[in-house]
């Protein structure tokens, strides 16, 4: 049964939704945060919690797990080292979601 299971969807599809989401992960650990819409950070927000428990831990499940979703050889190093580390003692809660009001030109909740 799947009460109380929320998903958050787009509407472009099922490739290009995981695609806009490996995109929108990839900038977020390269920049440290990013400006979008309300609905495409909480579907963000989720992803990164659950890849930072994986980068707490540095092993080789782990490894091929980050890298099957980033998808970039180059960021791995930097996602146990910069990310995994300082956070390591933390038990969740690892990104937040700063509201910034509407945007000016589409009204979008940012």
Same mark, same amino acid.
């Given at each position: 049964m799947r009460h109380r299971i929320k998903k958050i969807k787009f509407k472009s599809g099922r490739g290009a939704n995981k695609m806009?989401? =490996?995109?929108?992960?990839?900038? $977020?650990?390269?920049? +440290? !945060?990013?400006?979008?819409t309300l609905k495409r950070v909480k579907i963000l927000k989720a992803?990164?919690?659950k890849l930072v428990e994986k980068m707490k831990v540095k092993n080789e499940a782990n490894?091929?797990?980050?890298?099957?979703?980033?998808?970039?050889? =180059?960021?791995?190093?930097?996602? $146990?080292?910069?990310? +995994? !580390?300082p956070l390591k003692e933390r038990v969740g809660g690892y990104v937040k979601i700063v509201r910034l009001g509407a945007r000016q030109s589409d009204s979008a909740e940012v």
């Open positions: 806009m989401t =490996r995109k929108l992960i990839v900038n $977020f650990i390269r920049q +440290g !945060k990013i400006t979008t992803q990164i919690e490894k091929n797990k980050l890298l099957s979703v980033v998808g970039d050889e =180059r960021l791995i190093p930097k996602m $146990f080292e910069d990310i +995994g !580390k």
